[in-house]
Each structure stands twice: as C-alpha cells, then as structure tokens.
C-alpha cells in the first residue's frame, strides 16, 4: 500500500495509510523480525510524508507514532552499520523535535511519545541473557562502544538532553493541563524500565506543584485543569511508590501525597465553610413563611365538582373540565395503541398527581353514598291493610249470558285431547352446532400449518436438560421439550397414515363422482411432514443428525409393521408390494448431506453405523463419495 499513499494521493488515503502504518507497527501481533524487514521499507514514505508543507494534522500524528515505534528497530538494524536507513531516521527525528514547541496539542501530544521513546532506546538497560541478544529489551546496552555509525556516547548525551528537555514542562509558570498530563503517563514507562534516570523523573515530578495556579481566580475550565493534573500526578508518584517503597524517595512521596491530597480539600472542598440550609419547608405547606420569603405555592391542578342529578361512572372518574377530553370516545382507539400510550405515562406520572386525584374520586364516591343513604324510603303497606281490602272486594259471578248460549259455545270448542299442550319453559342440554364441511384440500392445508406452527415452536424450546429414564419401557414424548416434540413428529409422518390408503388400488374403498375415483390423500399429509422434517435436518444437518437417525429407525420399523400385517396388500388376487419409505428417505438424507460433507466429518460415519439397515443403494452413494480425491478417505472408513 505504500505506493497509494505517497504525498500526491487524496488526503483521505493519506490519513488512512499514515494510521494504518501506526496501527502495524505499534501491534504485538506482528513478529520482530517482520517489524525490522518492514520497517527499512516503510521509513521512506514516512520522511516524505513529514516534509510536506502544511500537511493535514491527523497524518502527522499517524506518521509520528509511527516513527515512535520505528525507532528502536532502526537501531537494531543498524548494529550492521546501514548507513542510509539511520541519515532517514536522524532526518525524521529532527523534523519531529522541530516540530515539538510550536505544533498543535495534538501533535506535541505525538511528540512526547516520540522523545519518551528515543531516551528509553538511547539509555542502557538491563541485558537479561548476553548469550542471548535477539530477547533482550531494545537499548543503547546492544551497541558496541566503539560502533562508527551511532557511537553511544554521543546518543546518552543526546538522550539526556532530550529527558531534561521533557522534565522542563514542570517548570513553567503556567501549566498546560494536557501536555502535563501526557508527560507524566510517558514517564511512568521510564521510571518502570529505566532505573538509571527513575531517580531524576521523580525529583522533577516532586518539586511540581500541580495547584500553584489555584491561587488566581478559577473559571470551570481552570478548575477541571487543575483537579485533572493533581489526579494524574498522585497517580504517577503512588505507582512509583508501590514498586520501590524502600527507595530513598519513599518518604518524600508519602509526605508530598498527603500535602497535595490536603490542599486540594482546602481549595476545592466548601462543603464545611457553607452555612446550613435554611430549616424553612420548601414544598410549599407553609404558606405564610412563602409570601414573606416572596415564593410562589406549586400549581395544583382543580378538580371540578360532581353536575347535579344522576352521576354516571364516567363523570365520577372524570376529573378535568375541559371539553374536547370529556367528549372524545376512547373505545375508538385500538387496544394496541391504547397501551402504547397508557405504559409510559404511567411511568411517568407524578405519585403526587396520582394520590390527589385517587383522593378526589374516593371522596366523590363517599359523597354520593352520603346522598344515596339520605334519600327518603316509602313505608311498606301493614298486611292488614291489604288482607281488608281483599275482604272487601267481592266480584260478581253472575252471567251476563243465558244458558243456551253458553251450551252453544261449549259445542264450538274443540275437544281436550286436541288442545295444544303448554310450553316447557326450562333451559335443556346445549349442543354445539357441527362444524361446516371441509374439502380433503382444505384439511391438508390445515395440516400442513399445524405441523409448520410444530416445527416453529422447536426452534425456540431449549434443548433437554434431564437425562432420560433408561430402558425398553421408558415413555417417550412425556418429557415435553424438543425430544418429545420430535418423537411426535416422527410419529406422526411414519405412524399417522400408516395403512389407510397407501396401498389401495384404484377404485377401491374410495368415493366416486362422475366415474372418477376420488382416492383418500391421507398418505399426502404423512409425506408432507416428511419433507418438512427433512428441510428442518439439512438446514444443521452436524447438530440435527440425532433426528435423522431417530426419523429413519422410525421409518424403518413402520416397514416391518405393515409387511408383518399384509405382507402385500391382495385385491381380487393381486398383490401390490408396500410402499418403502426408509429407504426412500434415508437416500434423500444422504443426498442432501454428502455435497457438504469434508474429509474430517464423523457425522457420515455416525448416520451409517446407527441407522438399522445399510442396503446397495446406500452403499452406491457412499461410494460416489470416492470420485473426489479429497474424500476417498472418508469413504473408505464409511464403508468399513
């Protein structure tokens, strides 16, 4: 890639290629032999990139970090004596210490790393195995003291130089927050791995006083600078102090951590100098005390009175007299809406609304069972009354009509034995209506979404946790997960339709309209179920072999029913031969798994050894298996 991001591609590939190089270099992934190998190659792009004039900031901290990486294989590499590739690193260093003072904080912030990395590979460390020089740690204790190229000497002086350079950020009046803290999280890798110059970092960072500036009035911003540079200091000098707290600066540190945890509480800590709140309510309860202090009571909502007359259910529970709500019909809104938009108001209701108004409909309702109690009831009448004024009412019986009219009468009517009889009023045994008829279409349809909705289901049961009861005469399916569910299934594909219609003839136990025989399509549902079982196998056919194997025994064993019970249905002397679903299947599975299989799969080996019989047709798709010279393997141990 190196070529595409040159100085004259796009700026977007340069910032991507600059990051990408940062990223390769900077990864522990990447081998150190690798690193040196690229590192000579990439050094090139890396100088030009820098050179440009007024190139883009993120490409210049890419290629910084970069270089920061870089750097110490460089000098590995130059162990023999390359001359070019360390005048391209000198030149990138220089353009990156120019840089240093007078870039953005961003890039400074780069630059920092960079000078942090060449004084840890310019100051001797510690050699753990001389005989060994390829596992020791990068450092000028690898170069030979009398080297032409890079003489030792001469790059310490420089990396000292170059450490006091770095030290002097402690020292300024006015602190840059982020550069101070970046400093002191690239001294923490010195002080760790550099122990000849550990003594001088903490010295430096023990006479910093990250509060001098809180003195001066602080905006919030100074304020967030100051607490961030004190954190980050006491986090650099406790870590220094938990890895030698026998050092000679033990002591020193202790005392400086407690000074500077002291006068942080002092300046940014007013909670003991405040006085205490006023003892005044503040929810509003104490009215008087809130006119003299000028505060207004919250708003509480009003609720309306109860309208004279009746009362409905709606209007005890209406508490708001506005009339575009009191008139809009709720009931026209979906059910599913309607919880959408009830759940989170009720989440969000204030408990102080909500008990106010729960208040103001009990009191409506004990106001109205007040009025209904105080009503005036009607005295019932005395018996007595009533039993007088039954004595008192005497009908007359006598008839208006003569006696020969009323014979002529009774003659019209018809006799008693015509007479209507009364109806029976009481309630009999309710049966429900029959269910209209369905075509054999219809109800294979039905079917085939029953089964559909079974297999759907499974998909989400969890695979069973409990061991089955071991035995002959454990009952399956009783567990209720997905075993079961597939022990139904299976069931149902092999056993359902077993026998019905299978291996009748044509125009035989079947219904006739027209002269066309309407043959029974039971056997349709059972090989509907089967090709649905087999598209749920081949979907996972690594996890789901179990299946396959548990279907096909199923199969096979309903073979040997039916050809135990008929042993070749006869219909006026003929025999028709039943129907041999296992090995249908069982060449379908096979068909459907072998194309995926490679040349480590045991799910082959497996199928063929727990499946109850391994006939010539199975073994003729084994052997296809032999056509590809990657898988002759698998079949040779197949077939054996």
């Known amino acids: 890639i190196l070529p595409i991001i040159g100085v004259h591609s796009h700026l977007e590939i340069r910032r991507w290629g600059a990051n990408f190089l940062a990223e390769t270099f900077a990864s522990p992934l990447l081998l150190l032999q690798a690193k040196e190998t690229l590192s000579i190659v990439a050094l090139p792009t890396l100088k030009e990139l820098l050179e440009v004039p007024g190139e883009d900031s993120g490409v210049v901290k890419s290629v910084i970090q970069a270089a920061a990486s870089i750097y110490g294989l460089v ?17 990138i260093k220089s353009n990156i210490l120019k840089r240093w003072d007078t870039a953005p904080t961003g890039v400074r912030l780069c630059c920092i790393k960079f000078v942090q990395r060449v004084v840890q590979v310019q100051t001797p460390g510690v050699i753990a195995d001389p005989r060994r020089p390829e596992q020791n740690e990068i450092s000028l204790a690898l170069v030979p003291r009398d080297h032409p190229l890079i003489p030792p000497p001469n790059l310490e002086a420089e990396a000292s130089g170059l450490l006091d350079r770095l030290l002097n950020v402690f020292h300024e009046d006015i602190s840059d927050a982020v550069l101070v803290n970046g400093t002191l999280n690239c001294l923490g890798i010195l002080v760790r791995t550099r122990q000849s110059i550990a ?5 430096a960072v023990l006479n910093f006083n990250p509060l001098k500036q809180a003195n001066s009035p602080m905006s919030p911003k100074l304020k967030v600078q100051i607490k961030s540079m004190e954190r980050t200091t006491r986090a650099f000098l406790m870590n220094a102090y938990r890895r030698n707290e026998s050092g000679p600066f033990a ?40 006119a003299r202090l000028g505060a207004e009571l919250p708003d509480r909502p009003k609720i ?32 599913d809406l309607v919880v959408r938009i009830t759940l989170p108001v009720l989440q969000r209701i204030d408990h102080g609304l909500l008990d106010q108004a729960v208040n103001a409909v009990r009191s409506r309702h004990v106001d109205l069972s007040k009025a209904q109690a105080a009503l005036p009831q009607l005295p019932p009448l005395p018996l007595t009354a009533l039993e007088d004024e039954d004595d008192d009412y005497e009908p007359d019986f006598e008839p208006t009509e003569d006696s020969e009219q ?38 294979e349809q039905l079917g085939k979404g029953t089964i559909s909705r079974v297999f759907s289901m499974m998909n989400v049961l969890e695979e069973p946790t409990k061991a089955q009861k071991p035995g002959l005469h454990r009952l399956a399916g009783s567990s209720y997960d997905r075993e079961a569910w597939i022990t139904v299934i299976t069931r149902l594909a092999t056993r359902a339709s077993a026998g019905l219609s299978d291996n009748v003839p044509d125009g035989e136990n079947g219904e006739t309209q027209n002269g066309v025989v309407i043959k029974a399509k ?35 064993y309903n073979d040997r029913l039916q050809a135990q019970f008929s042993e070749g249905t006869r219909w006026h002397g003929e025999s028709k031969p039943l129907q ?9 599975v096979l068909d459907g798994i072998v194309p995926y299989l490679d040349a480590k799969d045991k799910v082959l080996i497996r199928f063929l050894s727990e499946i109850p019989v391994v006939n010539d047709a199975i073994l003729e798709r084994v052997k296809g298996l032999a056509k590809d010279p990657e898988r002759v393997g698998l079949a040779v141990n197949a077939i054996q």
């Open 75 to 91: 000098l590995s590499i130059n162990n023999a004596h390359d001359s070019s590739t360390w005048d391209r690193m000198t030149s």
């Open 199 to 203: 003594n001088k970092i903490v010295s």
């Open 251 to 290: 002591g020193r540190i202790k005392q400086y951590v407690e000074r500077l945890s002291q006068s942080r509480l002092e300046i940014f800590d007013d909670g003991n100098r405040k006085r205490a709140a006023p003892s005044e309510p503040t929810d509003g309860l104490d009215n008087a005390k809130r």
């Open 304 to 335: 309306p009175p109860l309208p004279p007359g009746p009362t409905s259910i709606a209007q005890l529970y209406t508490l708001t007299s506005e009339e575009g709500l009191t008139s809009f019909d709720v009931t026209q809104l979906p059910i």
């Open 406 to 443: 009323i014979l002529n009468k009774v003659d019209v009517l018809p006799p008693e034995d015509s007479q209507k009889p009364t109806i029976d009023l009481a309630l009999g045994p309710f049966k429900l209506p029959q269910p209209p008829p369905i075509t054999e279409e219809q109800a």
């Open 522 to 556: 039971s056997h349709g549902l059972g090989d509907s179920i089967r090709e649905i079982l087999w598209k749920y196998i081949i979907e996972d056919f690594r996890v789901r072999i179990p299946i396959a194997i548990a279907w096909l025994n199923e199969e096979w």
């Open 580 to 588: 041999q679903n296992f090995e249908k299947w069982a060449l379908k």
